[in-house]
């Protein structure tokens, strides 16, 4: 769920219009029924929201690992990012 907000976080600084963020959040959303039959793109962020429901055929540890990967890793990108912008 971090990686999710940081990522949205992320674009609505990076766009001026609101409608451009809130409209890849809901498409990245939609896509994410779609990219949980990959066994690839498992750690994407929206996808590990319905990895966390409990179903028995679901592993319900990658939630936490995703979360435990994209959260220091996009913590650091951001802080990278917003340390070389002029924010006032």
């Known amino acids: 769920m971090l990686g999710i907000v940081s990522i949205q976080h992320w674009l609505s600084s990076r766009f001026k219009n609101v409608i451009v963020p809130i409209a890849i959040g809901i498409t990245l959303s939609v896509c994410a029924l779609f990219f949980v039959q990959s066994e690839m793109l498992s750690f994407f962020p929206h996808v590990t929201i319905l990895y966390a429901t409990p179903l028995e055929d679901i592993a319900n540890n990658r939630p936490v690992?995703?979360?435990?990967?994209?959260?220091?890793?996009?913590?650091?990108?951001?802080?990278?990012?917003?340390k070389n912008r002029d924010i006032v």
């Open 65 to 82: 690992w995703s979360g435990l990967i994209a959260g220091p890793l996009l913590l650091v990108l951001g802080m990278h990012e917003f």
